[in-house]
């Protein structure tokens, strides 16, 4: 069993920033990727960053060059920076853990249990 714990999530005025935070534990034998998706009201669930083990990266068009993802692999936890917020980044934050268990199984769809971040205009 694996769990994520998120923290970071807040509200501020468009145009500010938040980092977000989430850490991995439990039966980890070693985690390939973690990311951030987020879902508004209406919408569907969408990727905001993921990175791989190795630091490969990836973006959703909308946070690029606004938005970090990084990890700490030994801390197993990874960041989002958030920096010129907007009204539109307003959405429940899930972080996602890609993981291989203790018993060899890859499971890819480990979530935490969400953070609302909110953006006022």
């Known amino acids: 069993q694996v769990q994520l714990v998120e923290s970071g999530g807040g509200l501020v005025q468009a145009g500010g920033s938040l980092r977000l935070s989430c850490a991995a534990s439990?039966?980890?034998?070693?985690?390939?990727?973690m990311g951030w998706y987020r879902q508004a009201p209406g919408k569907q669930r969408e990727l905001v960053a993921a990175?791989?083990?190795?630091?490969?990266?990836n973006y959703a068009d909308s946070v690029k060059g606004r938005f970090t993802i990084s990890r700490d692999n030994a801390k197993n936890t990874v960041y989002l920076q958030m920096n010129s917020l907007k009204p539109e980044d307003t959405a429940v934050y899930y972080c996602?853990?890609?993981?291989?268990?203790?018993?060899?199984?890859?499971?890819?769809?480990?979530w935490g249990q969400g953070t609302q971040v909110t953006v006022s205009s």
């Open positions: 996602n853990a890609d993981v291989t268990t203790l018993r060899g199984f890859r499971v890819n769809d480990y």
């Open positions: 990175i791989t083990r190795g630091g490969t990266t």
């Open positions: 439990g039966s980890i034998f070693t985690i390939n990727a």
